[in-house]
C-alpha cells in the first residue's frame, strides 16, 4: 500500500524589511523576540514589574538569553488599572531606559510601550528609542501619528476599541477578524500618507476582545499579512491563556509557550514576551520545522 501524501504551508519567511531609527534594515527571514520590562508597580503579571536597579539586571538577563529587542513600559495596561500622569510615566521611562541603555548601548533595539506623544518624542530625542508601540492606535492622543512622522522612528500599530479604561465594554464583534483587519488597514492608510513607512501591526490580544475573540484571531492570524506588514503577537501570560486553563498569569508560561508556536506558525514576525529564554527556543524550534535552520 502506498504511503499517503500529506503537504500543508507553513507561515514565516515573510518578506518585510523595518527601518528602526539605527540606519540599518531589519528582516525577517527569521522571527523576533521583544522582551517585556515594566518600570511600572502594578503590571498585571508581577514577574515583569522592576523598580531600582533592575532594569538593567533584566536587561543583561535577556541580552545572554537572545533578545532582539526590549519593550519598556511605564504605564501599566492591566484592567482596572490607574491612571498615571505624563510626568509619572516619564520619570519611570526615564529611569528605566538610562540603565537599560547603560548595559546594552546599541546593541539591542529599544521599543517603548506609550500612547502619548510628548513622552514618545522625549524617549526618541534622549535615549534614541527605536519604535513606539503605542496600544491605543492612535486614538488616545491625536498628536501620535504625526509626532512618529516627524521622527522618523518605527511604530506598533496595535487594534483597540475604547480606551485602555473602557475596553471592556467593547468586545462585540459581527466578524472580529475582518473588523480588526478592516480597523487597523484604515489607520495604516492615515499613517503611509503621514510619511511613516515601517509599522508594525498588533492584532491586540487581549485587549476589547473576549477569551473566544482572541482564539478565533489566532486561528486566522494568517490574514494579517494582507495588511503587509510585519506582525507582533502578543500572547505572553494573558488572559486568554490562563482563564482557559484555570490558572493564573504566574503557571501560564507553558501556555504562552504553545501559543508562541501557533502564532509562528500562523506567521507572526515578533513575539512579545515575559521570558526571552522559552520564546529564543521557540523560534529556533520553529525554524527547523521551517526547514531553513537556525
Known amino acids: 500500500m502506498s504511503r499517503p501524501t500529506v503537504s500543508f504551508e507553513l507561515a514565516g519567511g515573510n518578506d518585510y524589511t523595518l527601518r528602526c531609527g539605527r540606519g540599518e534594515l531589519i528582516d525577517f527571514e527569521r522571527p523576533k523576540v521583544m522582551g517585556i520590562i515594566n518600570v511600572t508597580p502594578d503590571s498585571f503579571y508581577s514577574g515583569s514589574r522592576v523598580a531600582g536597579e533592575e532594569p538593567g539586571r533584566r536587561c543583561e538577563e535577556m541580552l545572554r538569553d537572545g533578545v532582539d529587542m526590549i519593550d519598556v513600559g ?5 484592567p482596572g488599572c490607574e491612571d498615571v500622569s505624563p510626568d509619572e510615566e516619564w520619570r519611570r521611562l526615564r529611569e528605566g531606559l538610562s540603565l537599560i541603555r547603560e548595559v546594552a548601548g546599541d546593541e539591542v533595539i529599544i521599543s517603548v510601550d506609550t500612547f502619548r506623544s510628548d513622552v514618545a518624542r522625549r524617549c526618541v530625542e534622549e535615549f534614541g528609542v527605536n519604535i513606539i508601540n503605542d496600544i ?24 483597540l476599541r475604547g480606551t485602555v479604561r473602557t475596553m471592556a465594554q467593547y468586545t462585540d464583534y459581527e466578524d472580529v477578524t475582518a473588523e480588526v483587519i478592516g ?54 501570560r494573558k488572559s486568554m491563556i490562563w482563564k482557559s486553563l484555570g490558572i493564573t498569569p504566574e503557571d501560564s508560561l507553558n501556555g504562552t509557550t504553545a501559543l508562541n508556536m501557533a502564532s509562528l506558525l500562523g506567521g507572526a514576525d515578533i513575539l512579545r514576551v515575559h521570558d526571552v529564554k522559552a520564546a529564543v527556543e521557540t523560534v529556533e524550534l520553529f525554524m527547523k520545522i521551517r526547514g531553513t535552520g537556525v
Do not use: W
Open 74 to 78: 511605564g504605564y501599566s495596561s492591566r
Open 136 to 159: 491605543s492606535g492612535g486614538m488616545e492622543d491625536e498628536e501620535m501619528f504625526g509626532t512618529v512622522a516627524q521622527l522618523g522612528v518605527a511604530y506598533v500599530l496595535m487594534h
Open 183 to 236: 480597523d487597523l488597514a484604515f489607520k495604516l492608510a492615515r499613517l503611509r500618507q503621514l510619511g511613516v513607512a515601517d509599522v508594525i501591526v498588533d492584532p491586540g490580544f487581549g485587549f476589547s476582545k473576549t477569551i473566544e475573540g482572541n482564539f478565533e484571531l489566532m486561528k486566522n492570524l494568517p490574514e494579517f499579512q494582507r495588511l503587509g506588514c510585519p506582525v507582533l503577537a502578543g500572547i505572553s
